[in-house]
């Protein structure tokens, strides 16, 4: 009798071979139940919201996609904001009593009345107390009065602004303002001035 052939040893791989070998084979089962529990995800958010919180811990599912199948119940859960009726632009008399509305709701507020009791005055005695404007119709030459007593020439052009102090008068009183010191006030020919109020 012949003795048995000696079989070949198998090639162990080295270690490093092994290692590369387990993760792809990891990887692959990886990429195995990403599929399988992206799918679950979809055939569970194709349920009313009441059903999905049954499969909130489906162990089916990868802890990402239990998050948003958590975030998915959650946001169902949230009422709608309201949504706030803006007029229409077909219908312009809706819009134009919104809007009279709102004048008058306006009109008669606290403030506004306030403003025009008290303002209404005070703004009617400040114009009877503002002196007349007048402007130069023509260039002239006038013996000015300053408010220390002393007298100066001035040249004043055409198209310039002076105060009217008194204009009932044959030559109108008018003034220039010098900083510091005041208005000084000559009368000069009704002619040469152009009365603005």
Excluded: H
């Amino acid at each position: 009798m012949r003795p048995p052939e000696a079989q070949p040893r198998p090639k162990r791989p080295s270690p490093n071979q092994a290692v590369r070998r387990a993760q792809a084979e990891a990887g692959a089962a990886e990429r195995v139940v990403a599929a399988v529990s992206a799918k679950r995800l979809m055939d569970c958010l194709r349920l009313a919201p009441a059903e999905r919180l049954r499969y909130l811990d489906d162990p089916d599912l990868v802890s990402a996609d239990r998050v948003a199948l958590r975030r998915s119940v959650e946001a169902s859960l949230v009422p709608e904001r309201r949504k706030i009726p803006l007029p229409r632009l077909g219908r312009p008399g809706r819009a134009r009593r919104r809007a009279r509305s709102f004048l008058v709701r306006a009109a008669l507020s606290p403030l506004t009345l306030g403003l025009i009791v008290v303002g209404g005055p005070w703004l009617a005695l400040s114009w009877q107390n503002t002196r007349p404007l007048a402007v130069m119709a023509q260039r002239g030459i006038a013996s000015f009065r300053l408010p220390d007593g002393s007298e100066q020439v001035v040249a004043l052009s055409k198209g310039s602004t002076v105060t009217v102090f008194d204009q009932r008068t044959a030559d109108p009183v008018i003034g220039v303002w010098y900083p510091r010191l005041g208005y000084a006030t000559a009368a000069v020919p009704r002619a040469a001035l152009q009365f603005q109020r």
